[in-house]
């Protein structure tokens, strides 16, 4: 499950961070975070009352031989703001390739998973939705949710910044170890 943690609120200092396995990292002391469901962690919204859109699941690094055409999922901190760093996610080799290959600038965390670019691929009928936000105080956060109204409402409630669409679709269940079932809405 994809675990998402808001940390050192205020709003200028916000920082989301996001994990499968590495939750002992972000603790409430001395970093001040707290775990949000994937969705409705800024309040709720409508869509987060269903269910099915709370958890996040990806295909876990090992198993994604099961549904051949999945695109990987990779964890990178951009250290280039002094202060509460952001954690952003890469999608598909290009992109991972991009943040590798800027070590200087970005830190590599986790290999999360995979996740699909298509609907109903393989069982993922959940969209990850993502905002590329700038703080007032300058510093970047990117924002993930399966809440089409949760991205959109955070962009001029808190963010300056960019409602980025769909970046791959995810399973609302753990589906770790089979594939290939009907898509369920």
């Given at each position: 499950?994809?675990?998402?943690?808001?940390?050192?609120?205020?709003?200028?200092?916000?920082?989301?961070?996001?994990?499968?396995?590495?939750?002992?990292?972000?603790?409430?002391?001395?970093?001040?975070?707290?775990?949000?469901?994937?969705?409705?962690?800024?309040?709720?919204?409508?869509?987060?009352?269903?269910?099915?859109?709370?958890?996040?699941?990806?295909?876990?690094?090992?198993?994604?031989?099961?549904?051949?055409?999945?695109?990987?999922?990779?964890?990178?901190?951009?250290?280039?703001?002094?202060?509460?760093?952001?954690?952003?996610?890469?999608?598909?080799?290009?992109?991972?390739?991009?943040?590798?290959?800027?070590?200087?600038?970005?830190?590599?965390?986790?290999?999360?998973?995979?996740?699909?670019?298509?609907?109903?691929?393989?069982?993922?009928?959940?969209?990850?939705?993502?905002?590329?936000?700038?703080?007032?105080?300058?510093?970047?956060?990117?924002?993930?949710?399966?809440?089409?109204?949760?991205?959109?409402?955070?962009?001029?409630?808190?963010?300056?910044g960019t409602f980025m669409g769909i970046k791959c679709y995810i399973w609302n269940f753990n589906a770790m170890s089979y594939c290939g079932m009907s898509c369920i809405g």
């Open positions: 499950m994809i675990h998402r943690f808001d940390c050192d609120p205020p709003i200028n200092n916000i920082n989301h961070a996001y994990t499968i396995n590495q939750q002992s990292v972000y603790t409430t002391s001395p970093y001040n975070c707290i775990e949000e469901n994937l969705c409705g962690g800024m309040g709720s919204p409508p869509d987060c009352a269903n269910p099915a859109i709370k958890a996040g699941y990806l295909i876990q690094p090992g198993q994604q031989g099961i549904c051949p055409d999945l695109i990987q999922v990779v964890s990178f901190k951009d250290i280039s703001f002094p202060v509460n760093s952001d954690v952003l996610l890469a999608f598909g080799q290009a992109e991972i390739n991009f943040y590798r290959a800027n070590p200087a600038t970005y830190v590599e965390l986790e290999n999360m998973g995979y996740c699909s670019t298509t609907s109903c691929y393989c069982g993922a009928n959940v969209p990850l939705y993502v905002d590329d936000g700038k703080l007032p105080s300058g510093k970047r956060d990117h924002f993930y949710t399966t809440s089409l109204t949760e991205a959109t409402t955070a962009l001029p409630a808190v963010y300056a």
